[in-house]
């Protein structure tokens, strides 16, 4: 077949083109900036949808404030994803779009999920009133949830004035928190900064935690959990409990707490079960460099476990 001389260079040429094409495309979908899928940093606009559609290998949220309704990200779609977060979400002013849901942000059945930075801003002051007022309030939100979760690490997340607990690690296996802070005001209801329930390999390496309820708190079904610099209070400490609120019920094992200092909070570290008959248990707890000021209980273990005198089984009031 005849040709022109140069015929070679032609293909050559579309295939740089092409490939130049592909690499440019490849880089923008593995890089998903909320900004250009509608998100708008007014906090005022719902940018929910922007962010539940993110498909990329990173969600890069720049700075300024995004509401975020009551939102799930699920499954494998949200499978092995960096956020980067430079911005703030917050939750509507209005307590009641989430008071029903019980999460706002809720990450579940995701394999390999990495979080940089951000704040998430639960607006809950209205809510906390509600409560203390004796009104009928909704039940209340939990402002990040980690459910069913594998391989998680959580980098500089700061969580404000979640309506419940900040942040929640559930069924999870192989999560890593590093320079978290949860910050609620004292009187606050309900506010734990970190509660893990059911969950194995569990650390948290520095955190500061300033917040109503427990700093952290470790529930049924939780091993090997290692917690260093934390710094808690004012709250109610580091509790591993409540158990044994049912006869059949996992235990916790092998945690660890480190290099640490609580200061001016309720309690340093608890150990708190039901007084019932329960399969339930702690084993293999080591709490030690720990420094405690201002701390009304600095170490207690309470097997007669029973806040408010009521509800409780097995007290005589
Ligand atoms: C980030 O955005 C907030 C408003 O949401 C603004 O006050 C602040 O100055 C911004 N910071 C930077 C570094 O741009
Ligand atoms: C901890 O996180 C905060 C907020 O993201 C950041 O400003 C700070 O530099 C981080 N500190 C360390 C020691 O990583
Ligand atoms: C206890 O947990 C730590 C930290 O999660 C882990 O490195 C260690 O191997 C566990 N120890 C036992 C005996 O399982």
Redesign the pocket.
Known sequence: MASPANSGYVPFFIAAAVALTLLISSAAAHRYNVLRYGARPDGITDSTRPFLMANAATVYVPNGTYLLMAAVFEGPCWSKITVRLDGTLVAPSDYRALGSYEHWILFMSVNKLRFH?GTVDGQAARFWDCRMSGRDCPSGARSVTFYWVNDVRVI?L?SIDSQMAHIVINGCNDVLMR?VTAIAPKWSLNTDGIHIQGSTRVTISGATLETGDDCISIGPGTRDTFMTNINGGPGHGISIGSLGWNMIEDGVKNVTLTNSVFSGSENGVRIKTWARSTTSFVKMVIFENLIMENVMNPIIIDQNYCPYYEGCPNQFY
């Open positions: 930075g500089g700061t320079n």
